[in-house]
Nanobody
Framework: QVQFVESGGGLVQTGDSLRLSCLAS????????SGWFRQASGKEREFVAF????????YYGNSAMGRFTIARDNAKNTAYLQMNRLKPEDTAVYYC?????????????????WGQGTEVTVSS
């Protein structure tokens, strides 16, 4: 089992930046990749970004492209999501999870060991 704890959320204004952190503990050697998802009130969970923990290569969902940057620090067992130029539509609870492997990274079913989430609210 891997445990993830997200942090860094908060209330910001349109155009501001936030950096979310996802600290992993437990069987961290089993992490080959991790992802960030978000879920707005009344909506389905949405893929945001993925990072390969072996080589750091990222993959972004449409909502993150050009504004968000995902990275990881293996020494700290932490993945990050730098979010710039935030918009009200970015308001959601942001979750990180461990990628279970396979050919896709954009589906919630590609992940397990979900964290409890960190809330991001962007005011207009």
């Amino acid at each position: 089992q891997v445990q993830f704890v997200e942090s860094g959320g908060g209330l910001v204004q349109t155009g501001d930046s936030l950096r979310l952190s996802c600290l992993a503990s437990g069987r961290t050697f089993s992490i080959s990749g991790s992802g960030w998802f978000r879920q707005a009130s009344g909506k389905e969970r949405e893929f945001v970004a993925f990072v390969n923990w072996r080589d750091g290569s990222p993959y972004y969902g449409n909502s993150a492209m050009g504004r968000f940057t995902i990275a990881r620090d293996n020494a700290k067992n932490t993945a990050y999501l730098q979010m710039n130029r935030l918009k009200p539509e970015d308001t959601a609870v942001y979750y990180c999870a461990r990628w279970v492997g396979g050919n896709t990274v954009i589906h919630a079913t590609d992940y397990d060991n979900w964290g409890q989430g960190t809330e991001v609210t962007v005011s207009s």
